[in-house]
């Protein structure tokens, strides 16, 4: 991508939002009817889990969404670092990640915890590939000091600036 030309507005993020809710969807079912053994453990636990991980997800959706205002600033071809974007380079991504592992948590079923590892690797391969190749070539040393700081998906509450 040459540097003068603006990034996608939505990324890959309809391709891995709607991959791990299809994902999930297919999990919860297999779940439901018993194709999938169940061993539940720690149920309230997993249940406090699960609604604190959709908080979360929602939280960073929001942040990101409507806070930041991403989609403008993508329009005008600016690298935000600041805000949630301080704490996490994919705060997005990190939302639906969050989202989907509190589901699974809900349904509290062991055999279904692989499935957040898969989405955590499913979204470094897809970000790698794309969107971060995107961003170093559009804002090149500005975007490699940022991404040498701040975590992919995983937020870090202690390196919030405004």
Known sequence: MKKSKTLPIYGVGPIY?????????????????????????????????????????????LSAVLLTQIDRKIKEGKLITTGIYSIVRNPIYSAFLFIFIGIIFLVNNIYLLVLPITFWIYLTILLKLTEEKWLEDKFTDEYNRYSKNVNRVIPNIFKYKK
């Open 17 to 61: 939002v709607i991959s791990c809710l299809i994902l999930t969807i297919i999990a919860l079912i297999l779940n439901c009817y018993k194709i999938i053994p169940v061993l539940k453990f720690l149920d309230l636990f997993m249940i406090i889990l699960g609604i604190l991980f959709i908080i979360i997800g929602a939280i960073l959706w």
